[in-house]
């Protein structure tokens, strides 16, 4: 019974000495000790023991636990040999391993991949939430109707003023009433006016009103910051000398002709594709870019883009439906649709946004934009393709042509006139930059375009042109190369430059070198890019008809725009 005593973790004192006494065997009964609460801690809890005169203390805490085997033997029995705590393996510690920090690192960057995940939720959770709280309120009533700016198929819209609050240092405001779309327009203006705001006008309020007549009518009311789209400037003679003040803030010092047209040209280009870069990674394609959907901002000096309405919000699949495109066709991409017409209709709002980055990179609808923008790059370059007949005409002869810009090149180029051999001739300033930017553009797969924030790093932009690059910029352009473009195109820009270098008395290349690099062909078959390639395409087949088949039974359900509910409504 000794051993017994001794594994509960007890000790046996008699009353009338402090001297431990072995347990005999006698009747126990159980007596708790009347201590003030404050003493009685849990670490301290003990409780005594009488039998016959002998008291039993026994620590639950401290003793009890280590008699039903949490303690060492040794310990327990207090043989001397003592472990100290302190020396054991802590099992709470965090332990920092390699493939624990590859997977954190994964996921981290899954959960911010373009669209984005993470910033999804929280600007539909919080930021959204805590925007609708401080927002400012208008109803119809509240504006008095201007000059009408424009109108079309969807909506009107006006330039007007506050009616009751002349004090109230708003300035002039736009104004649209949109029958159709405006839900969708209301929502992809909130959500660019949160996430990138510079890149589209500075949107205020929408609200839906009843209407007896039409059911309803959608009210939308930016910031009134200029009139002019991109095809007003671009319709005009001067261009594009007429923009120059109006995106510089001067006029330059060096004569007309086209390196001061290249610069301006330049300038505009870079604020479009600042804006779709802006809109593209933040999950929003527009699908309807085009001059006259691009307005001239007075204030900030910049182009920016107007008219979502036909845009689609990707990152939780709002205003995208597989089969069905909204464009316009002098603009729109070979493929006319943004994503594969066997990508699954969008499942609820959370799981869309949890599965947007991997439909994302499987279809990359950011370079349908990227090819309009293209065409608008051609525009300013040739004056003859700014009418509505001449880009009709180019569209004809480049499908002809297989969408390859190289081979329309060499078709048009013999018999160019002077307009269009002055075109050739300001997209190969710089060693020929500005022609490879556009071919980047310009191509019929979407997968083999650049990107809104790929064509920005381009050389183009840099102001000293080709022969002033630094290391790092020589560097990127090589990266540049080798991800975006083919080893065909890329040969042939490398080997006119090698050709402008001079004979090979002068460190260049003679002729016979020249044709040897000419006939020099890369493997078409069997390379791993091509294996991986083909690998890539049926995994993206087989998700799409798992997703597909899985998330049909969840949009037979939904019969309403759920997220129409945010907007607010004037009876």
């Not at 594709?273 to 307005?295: E, M």
């Not at 006139?417 to 930017?437: Q, S, V, Y």
């Not at 083909?534 to 799409?544: E, F, V, Y």
């Amino acid at each position: 019974m000794a051993a017994v005593a001794t594994t509960i973790g007890f000790q046996l004192k008699d009353k009338k000495s402090t001297r431990s006494s072995p347990f005999l065997g006698r009747k126990l009964e159980m007596k708790y000790p009347f201590q003030p609460m404050q003493e009685r801690m849990i670490s301290n809890l003990k409780v005594s023991v009488v039998c016959a005169g002998t008291e039993l203390v026994v620590d639950f805490v401290n003793n009890l636990f280590l008699g039903v085997g949490v303690g060492l033997p040794c310990t327990v029995m207090e043989c001397g040999d003592i472990i100290y705590r302190s020396t054991l393996p802590r099992s709470n510690e965090l332990t920092i391993t390699a493939p624990g920090v590859i997977l954190a690192l994964g996921a981290l960057s899954y959960l911010w991949a373009t669209p984005g995940v993470a910033p999804g939720f929280w600007d539909m959770f919080v930021l959204a939430f805590v925007e609708r709280l401080f927002r400012p309120t208008f109803k119809k009533d509240d504006f008095m109707l201007g000059k009408k700016l424009g109108e079309g198929a969807f909506g009107v819209v006006y330039r007007v003023s506050l009616a009751e609050k002349p004090a109230l240092k708003e300035g002039d405001l736009v104004l649209k009433k949109a029958t159709e779309y405006g839900a969708v327009e209301i929502w992809m203006n909130e959500r660019v006016r949160r996430a990138c705001a510079s890149s589209c006008a500075d949107f205020l309020y929408g609200f839906l009103e009843s209407s007896s007549k039409k059911g309803g009518e959608y009210w939308l009311v930016w910031r009134f910051e200029g009139e002019a789209t991109l095809q007003d400037l671009m319709l005009s003679k001067e261009f594009p000398y007429n923009v120059e003040k109006m995106i510089l803030g001067k006029i330059q010092d060096e004569p007309k002709g086209l390196v001061r047209e290249n610069r301006i040209i330049q300038t505009i280009m870079r604020q479009l594709l600042f804006a779709l870069d802006g809109l593209h990674s933040t999950g929003i394609v527009h699908r309807d870019i085009k001059p006259q959907n691009i307005i001239f901002s007075e204030g900030s000096r910049t182009f920016k883009i107007i008219d979502l309405g036909a845009a689609a919000d990707l990152r939780v699949g709002i205003n995208y439906i597989p089969k069905e495109f909204l464009l316009d066709p002098r603009y729109a991409a070979p493929e006319q649709y943004i994503m594969s017409t066997q990508t699954p209709s969008a499942p609820s709002a959370p799981v869309a946004t949890a599965l947007s980055p991997v439909l994302w990179q499987m279809n990359l609808p950011d370079r349908f934009d990227i090819y309009s923008t293209g065409l608008i790059y051609l525009q300013m370059a040739f004056p003859s393709l700014r009418t509505d007949s001449g880009l009709i005409q180019f569209n004809r002869q480049l499908k002809r042509c297989g969408y390859d810009l190289i081979e329309w090149r060499k078709t048009v180029e013999p018999r160019a006139n002077t307009e269009l051999r002055k075109g050739f001739e300001l997209l190969d300033l710089d060693g020929g930059i500005g022609w490879e930017l556009l071919t980047s553009m310009i191509r019929y797969k979407a997968r083999k375009r650049t990107s809104a924030k790929a064509a920005l790093a381009h050389p183009y932009f840099d102001k000293e042109g080709l022969l002033a690059l630094s290391v790092m910029q020589k560097l990127r352009l090589q990266y540049f190369r080798t991800t975006q473009q083919d080893y065909s195109e890329a040969a042939k820009w490398v080997i006119g430059l090698m050709a402008k270098s001079g004979t090979e008395k002068d460190g260049g290349f003679t002729e016979a070198q020249l044709q040897d690099f000419r006939e020099i062909e890369p493997k078409k078959k069997g390379n791993p890019q091509r294996n991986a390639l083909a690998s890539a395409l049926r995994l993206q087949r087989k998700i799409g008809r798992t997703l597909n088949e899985s998330m049909d039974e969840l949009n037979q359900q939904r019969k309403s725009l759920w997220w129409s509910r945010w907007i607010p409504r004037e009876e």
